[in-house]
Nanobody, 122 residues
Framework: QVLLVESGGGLVQAGGSLRLSCVAS???????????MGWYRQVPGKQRELVAR???????DLADSVKGRFTISRDNAKNTVYLQMNSLKPEDTGVYYC?????????????WGQGTQVTVSS
């Protein structure tokens, strides 16, 4: 089993910044087979949506709404992924979930963290 623990959420004014962190722990066998880690956002009444994703090799994918403002990075040695959020807007508000996708040979469904609340006030 892999446990994902997020931190860094909170309340911030529009234009401010936050940095989210997600640490993966547990089965080394599974952790080594993580292909991509990412951050998803969910607001009440809507589906969870991808915010940013990064592969083990460092390739990134960001939602259009956050390009130029958010940066995703990872430290493979620490099994940690970060989301630096700058120039925050009220529409960035939501619960941010960390996600880990595995290589096909791991035969595991994606793992999810418990979520961390980000609230941006106007």
């Amino acid at each position: 089993q892999v446990l994902l623990v997020e931190s860094g959420g909170g309340l911030v004014q529009a234009g401010g910044s936050l940095r989210l962190s997600c640490v993966a722990s547990g089965s080394i066998f599974s952790i080594l087979r993580i292909n991509a880690m990412g951050w998803y956002r969910q607001v009440p009444g809507k589906q969870r949506e991808l915010v940013a994703r990064i592969t083990r090799s460092g390739s990134t994918d960001l939602a259009d709404s956050v390009k130029g403002r958010f940066t995703i990075s990872r430290d493979n040695a620490k099994n940690t992924v970060y989301l630096q959020m700058n120039s925050l807007k009220p529409e960035d508000t939501g619960v941010y979930y960390c996600n880990a996708d595995y290589r096909a040979d791991a035969k595991k469904p994606p793992s999810w963290g418990q979520g961390t609340q980000v609230t941006v006030s106007s």
